[in-house]
């Protein structure tokens, strides 16, 4: 089960959901007030967060 979820993620579709997922949430931050630079460090770490846990339970 836990294999089946890791291919989904990786998948050319899931990518691309992911990366409107990043861009929306940095869109939403800067529309919320925060400086540019601000939001795109909290979206490089919202990122970073999605593929650490992909990668965890890809090594599980």
Do not use: H, W
Not at 23 to 43: H, I, N, Q, T, W
């Amino acid at each position: 089960m836990i294999a089946e979820l890791v291919k989904t993620l990786y998948t050319e579709e899931t990518g691309g959901q992911m990366g409107r997922a990043v861009g929306k949430f940095d869109k939403e931050l800067v529309d919320s007030g925060f400086p540019e630079a601000e939001a795109l460090k909290m979206s490089k770490d919202y990122l970073r967060t999605i593929i650490s846990v992909a990668s965890n339970l890809k090594d599980n």
